[in-house]
C-alpha cells in the first residue's frame, strides 16, 4: 500500500478535537483527545508539548475568530473598542474554555502577535510601559467575564415569593433581553474613558 496523501494526525486536528472535548465537558485530558482520535496517547504528544501544549491550541482556535483587522486604522481606544467586541465574540461561542485559558500562561505565537499589536498601540498613545499590562489584563478581565455573562441563565436573579426585594423586581421586570450586551458596552465605555484620563494625567 502506498502512504496516506495526508497526515493521520495534526496540530489542527489534535486542536479541534479537544475544543470538541471542552466544549461537551468543559474539560480535556491528552487521553481523551488520542481516543477520540483512534490514535496512542504516544502519538498525540509526539505533536504538543504535552497538556499546555493542546491547551495553546485551543486558544489558537478560540481566537481564530477574532477580527484581525480590528487591530489597525484607527485611533488606540476605537482599536480596542472594536477588538474587544470581536474578542468577546469569538470567546462566547466557546465559554468553556475560558476558565482554562484564562489560568494557564499565553504562549501561542499568534495570540501572542495581537498582543503585542495592542501593546504598540498603547505605547505610541503614550501610555507609560508600566501601565500597558494593567490596561490590557483590566480588559481581558471585561471581555471573558461580559463571554461568560452571556452563556449564563437568562434570569440570573430568582425573588422567590416571599423574599421582599421590591426595587430589584422592579428592575428585573424592567430588563430587556439584550441585559449582558448594555452591561458589557457599559463596562467597556467607562474602562476606555478611564484610560483615557489616565492618558491625559501622564501627559507632560
Known amino acids: 500500500m502506498g502512504r496516506p496523501r495526508k497526515a493521520l494526525l495534526d496540530r489542527e486536528r489534535i486542536g479541534a478535537t479537544a475544543l470538541e472535548l471542552v466544549d461537551e465537558k468543559g474539560d480535556f485530558s491528552v487521553p481523551e483527545v488520542a481516543r477520540r482520535l483512534g490514535v496512542q496517547t504516544a502519538s498525540v504528544y509526539h505533536h504538543v508539548d504535552g497538556r499546555a501544549g493542546v491547551v495553546e491550541l485551543l486558544r489558537e ?39 482554562m485559558l ?13 498582543y503585542e499589536r495592542v501593546a504598540e498601540l498603547l505605547l505610541d498613545a503614550g501610555f507609560a510601559p508600566s501601565a500597558v499590562m494593567p490596561v490590557i489584563s483590566g480588559l481581558d478581565n471585561i471581555v471573558l467575564g ?37 452591561a458589557f458596552e457599559l463596562t467597556l465605555a467607562g474602562f476606555l474613558a478611564h484610560c483615557r484620563e489616565l492618558l491625559e494625567r501622564q501627559a507632560p
Not at 102 to 114: D, E, F, W
Open 102 to 114: 484564562m489560568t494557564s500562561p499565553v504562549r501561542a505565537p499568534k495570540v501572542l502577535a495581537q
Open 146 to 182: 461580559s463571554a461568560l455573562d452571556m452563556s449564563a441563565p437568562k434570569v440570573m436573579w430568582e425573588v422567590a415569593d416571599g423574599v421582599r426585594a421590591p426595587r430589584l423586581s422592579a428592575a428585573l421586570d424592567a430588563t430587556g433581553p439584550d441585559r449582558a450586551d448594555q
Open 61 to 99: 482556535r478560540v481566537t481564530d475568530a477574532i477580527d484581525p483587522g480590528t487591530l489597525h486604522d484607527a485611533s488606540w481606544d476605537q482599536v480596542l473598542a472594536a477588538w474587544a467586541r470581536s474578542y468577546r465574540a469569538a470567546f462566547a461561542a466557546h465559554p468553556r474554555t475560558i476558565p
